[in-house]
């Protein structure tokens, strides 16, 4: 075999290996939508979400029952909007049903703070279920 054949295998060899190493996978950041209409990340006290501009993640959420939900089986919703006017941010206008669903997102450019808040009239208390949402540069 020749030096360059050697060279091309060692070469597809490497890119199999990073591949399954998973190097290139999004970051999974995991939410619970709670049945109590408050959003948790175990481990924190306060729900805080901290990203760098750009970066893609999967967000997965565990939805549990609120007491009520949209007629399309929607539990919790979750929009994102930017926290020095309140507008909504394209593309983050999430419904959750019942369970745990992925969610694949690309965190906005605009380095800053936002708030996620719930879309979806869960029950009273809806109005307390949001999160800060940090943009790093």
Not at 28 to 50: F, H, K, N, V, W
Not at 84 to 99: A, I, N, P, T, Y
Not at 118 to 132: F, Q
Request: hydrophobic fraction near 45%.
């Amino acid at each position: 075999m020749s030096r360059f054949g050697t060279v091309a295998i060692l070469i597809a060899g490497l890119l199999l290996e990073t591949a399954s190493y998973g190097f290139a996978q999004p970051r999974i950041i995991e939410l619970t939508a709670d049945r109590d209409s408050r959003y948790r990340i175990a481990g924190q006290r306060i729900p805080e979400i901290t990203i760098r501009a750009g970066e893609a993640f999967i967000l997965r959420v565990t939805a549990r029952k609120g007491k009520s939900w949209n007629r399309d089986g929607s539990i919790h919703g979750f929009a994102l909007l930017r926290a020095k006017d309140r507008s909504k941010v394209d593309g983050w206008d999430l419904l959750f049903k019942l369970g745990t669903q992925d969610f694949s997102l690309v965190a906005p450019l605009e380095a800053g703070e936002y708030e996620a808040v719930c879309t979806v009239i869960c029950s009273e208390d809806h109005e307390g279920m949001h999160l800060k949402f940090i943009v790093l540069p």
